[in-house]
């Protein structure tokens, strides 16, 4: 193994990305399968899932993925999702808290309603099923290769922008934070906790700003580097935070943002 493939490889390992079957959450699965991981898929739609499983096995990557229905938007699917992962495995070493949802609207008209759904997928189901399932992280843990949990955050939680998603933004800030908790309080437990917080990437919940190349460049001519995300960029980002590359990185808040992150239209005395 040449000391790129030692730095950044996963092979053995084995990981739960949720909300894969789209997506970040499949650009994460493809990556982690094609550095040798085995991966588990899973989302809402069982079929979705093990469909996306079948095209990455027919890859021929060192990895293999498995797919499955797991539903984090109540207690009751946080519970089943763990059941199902303890039934394959008594070791994760990797967790990605992908799945998320969103909610638009005007301010006057925003609904009550989406605040609790929005924070109930995007913040409650990231630490209830992270905190059940952390004998299996503990397991798969050790000194110089500990277990990695990744959440899912956005751009739009470290800028003051909502775009109508006011509770989106809102619920991203607090996964940032909540990552920043876990990372102390896990650290002991040799477990690292990190977010990314993507720009704009071409998705299921973005497409409609983003389902057509049109659409995409013209959206990516507003990010400084000059267009949106591309899967690589988050496959690097994974392969990163999971290997030995970043075994000693916790508490950090990815941007793969393009520099939107730093953005900003004020100038002081240049004009």
Same mark, same amino acid.
């Given at each position: 193994m040449s000391y790129l493939d030692e730095l950044f490889s996963v092979v053995g390992k084995t990981a739960l990305v949720t909300g894969a079957a789209t997506g970040i959450g499949r650009m994460a699965? +493809?990556? !982690? &399968?094609? @550095? *040798?991981?085995?991966?588990?898929?899973?989302?809402?739609?069982s079929e979705d899932c093990v469909g996306v499983a079948g095209e990455l096995n027919g890859l021929g990557a060192p990895g293999r993925a498995e797919g499955f229905a797991g539903d984090v938007s109540s207690e009751a699917g946080v519970a089943a999702l &763990? @059941? %199902?992962? #303890? @039934?394959? +495995? %008594? #070791? !994760?070493?990797?967790?990605?808290?992908? @799945? *998320?949802?969103?909610w638009g609207a005007p301010l006057e008209s925003f609904p009550y309603h989406a605040w609790a759904k929005v924070f109930g997928v995007n913040v409650t189901a990231v630490f209830h099923l992270t905190r059940e399932l952390l004998p299996l992280l503990e397991a798969a843990a050790s000194d110089a290769d500990p277990a990695r949990v990744i959440n899912l955050g956005s751009v739009m939680g470290t800028q003051p922008l909502a775009e109508d998603a006011y509770s989106y933004s809102a619920s991203k800030a607090a996964v940032h934070h909540l990552t920043r908790i876990l990372a102390i309080e896990f650290a002991a437990r040799r477990i690292t906790v990190n977010a990314f917080a993507p720009g704009p990437f071409q998705s299921r919940m973005t497409a409609f700003a983003t389902g057509t190349e049109d659409q995409a460049r013209h959206v990516g001519n507003h990010v400084p580097i000059g267009r949106i995300g591309a899967p690589d960029d988050i496959a690097g980002a994974t392969l990163y935070l999971c290997s030995r590359a970043g075994s000693y990185v916790t508490g950090a808040i990815l941007p793969i943002d393009g520099g939107q992150s730093v953005q900003h239209g004020l100038t002081l005395f240049k004009e």
């Open positions: 699965a +493809t990556a !982690l &399968v094609m @550095a *040798g991981a085995s991966v588990m898929i899973a989302s809402r739609k &763990v @059941a %199902e992962v #303890r @039934a394959r +495995t %008594e #070791r !994760l070493h990797i967790l990605v808290n992908n @799945a *998320g949802i969103s």
